[in-house]
T-cell receptor, first 114, second 115 residues
Framework: QKEVEQNSGPLSVPEGAIASLNCTYSDRGSQSFFWYRQYSGKSPELIMFIYSNGDKEDGRFTAQLNKASQYVSLLIRDSQPSDSATYLCAVKRKLTGGGNKLTFGTGTQLKVEL | DVKVTQSSRYLVKRTGEKVFLECVQDMDHENMFWYRQDPGLGLRLIYFSYDVKMKEKGDIPEGYSVSREKKERFSLILESASTNQTSMYLC??????????????FGPGTRLTVL
């Protein structure tokens, strides 16, 4: 089982719709969770992070975390063509020797169509 | 404005060559990371460093080494490049890991081709 799993997509949504991106993780000791956006040919950039169960909203973006189900999602409301990108889920967990590590999923490609 | 720079955007090397990839950050970050990104495999951690002179193996360290002589600079070394090391290499930096955010700032990437 992969540490962080995402559906690779592509996920196609019409402009103005809600895009829902999902991520599951295997380590129950994971502490915090990140969503990065990566445009084609560019490097990842952080959109949101969440570490408590429930929802966290930032503009058109909402991150949802359910630690019991080991599930984190990203909702994008009023999707725009400029949201078309690959979305990477990343999970932070403690290492046995101290310190911690970020593990990335393989990403979900989102296409917002006119 | 935060900035992570990498020495080359594109690099072509031959099998068996020694390859140096350089990364510099201007944010005074303690942590620095090297990843490679391949289609279908995502971002995989090669090595990371919590401080000057310190290094830790990531998930795929075989065939690589690193050097961190100064806080702002983290180098990835391919001792003898092989074709299966053809990839996009991304450097990142962050503040110490104690905080919840632990945001990693990425450089623009180096696309390495080994012939």
């Amino acid at each position: 089982q992969k540490e962080v799993e995402q559906n690779s997509g592509p996920l196609s949504v019409p402009e103005g719709a809600i895009a829902s991106l999902n991520c599951t993780y295997s380590d129950r000791g994971s502490q915090s969770f990140f969503w990065y956006r990566q445009y084609s040919g560019k490097s990842p950039e952080l959109i949101m992070f969440i570490y408590s169960n429930g929802d966290k909203e930032d503009g058109r973006f909402t991150a949802q975390l359910n630690k019991a189900s080991q599930y984190v999602s990203l909702l994008i409301r009023d999707s725009q063509p400029s949201d078309s990108a690959t979305y990477l889920c990343a999970v932070k967990r403690k290492l046995t020797g101290g310190g911690n590590k970020l593990t990335f999923g393989t990403g979900t490609q989102l296409k917002v169509e006119l | 404005d935060v900035k992570v720079t990498q020495s080359s955007r594109y690099l072509v090397k031959r099998t068996g060559e020694k390859v140096f990839l350089e990364c510099v950050q201007d944010m005074d970050h303690e942590n620095m990371f090297w990843y490679r990104q391949d289609p279908g495999l995502g971002l995989r951690l090669i090595y990371f460093s919590y401080d000057v002179k310190m290094k830790e193996k990531g998930d795929i360290p075989e065939g690589y080494s690193v050097s961190r002589e100064k806080k702002e600079r983290f180098s990835l070394i391919l001792e003898s490049a092989s074709t299966n090391q053809t990839s996009m290499y991304l450097c990142a930096s962050s503040l110490p890991s104690g905080g919840a955010t632990n945001e990693q700032f990425f450089g623009p990437g180096t696309r390495l081709t080994v012939l």
